[in-house]
């Protein structure tokens, strides 16, 4: 199976600051056949069901806003919130959707600071 | 807009089963592999169980592979888990998702307590 290990577990920080979150996989989910990576992030508000993000690592879906960006290839990923709102408190997790069990990561747990 | 809507959550005793549906809408359903994720309390989230558009490909997670029937009805824009010889450890938030290469759309979930 894939593991996949997220960082930090918590991130507290201070409203229009930057909330920076990493996720690296234990083999690599680069498809090299067409050059994509199996990687999606996913917001998880208070008592809601988690909300795709991005898709592809790094393709932002749509009325995600652009304050959210994702990168990374291979086996090191990074969910970036370049201005953190007050609506952005939330749990994030990246998900691999390489093979087969698909897994996530255990999350990372963003508040204001 | 893709409406996914769980039920069939509850209490039951361990070693109890249990049906989940999934009615969906919104969507072309019939044309998009499905899913299982949960949650169980205060937890992050455990992929359950994928089925193909057409049900040919079944997969489980470990945990509950012999236990767990994934299974569809692309007539009825549905979506079943039949869950046998619960325990414990199922307790959790079942949610359903749509599969469009990431898990793109999830319902609000049902909550399933395993306790005597």
């Known amino acids: 199976d894939i593991v996949m290990t997220q960082s930090p577990e918590s991130l507290a920080v201070s409203l229009g600051e930057r909330a920076t979150i990493n996720c690296k996989s234990s083999q690599s989910v680069l498809d090299s056949s067409n050059n994509k990576n199996y990687v999606a992030w996913y917001q998880q508000r208070p008592g809601q069901s988690p909300k795709l993000l991005f898709y592809w690592a790094s393709t932002r879906k749509a009325g995600v806003p652009d304050r959210f960006s994702g990168s990374g290839s291979g086996t090191d990923f990074t969910l970036t919130i370049s201005s953190l709102q007050a609506e952005d408190v939330a749990v994030y997790y990246c998900l691999q959707y390489d093979t087969t069990p698909l897994t996530f990561g255990g999350g990372t747990k963003v508040e204001i600071k | ?116």
């Open chain 2, 1 to 116: 807009e893709v409406h996914l809507v769980e039920s069939g959550g509850g209490l039951v005793k361990p070693g109890g089963s249990l049906r989940l549906s999934c009615a969906a809408s919104g969507f072309h359903f019939s044309a998009y592999n499905m899913n299982w994720v949960r949650q169980a309390p205060g937890q992050g989230l455990q992929w359950v169980s994928s089925i193909s558009s057409s049900s040919t490909y079944i997969f489980y997670a470990d945990s509950v592979k012999g236990r767990f029937t994934i299974s569809r009805d692309n007539a009825r824009n549905s979506l079943y888990l039949q869950m046998n010889s619960l325990r414990a450890e199922d307790t959790a938030v079942y949610y359903c998702a749509s599969q469009d290469g990431s898990l793109e759309d999830w319902g609000q979930g049902t909550l399933v307590i395993v306790s005597s």
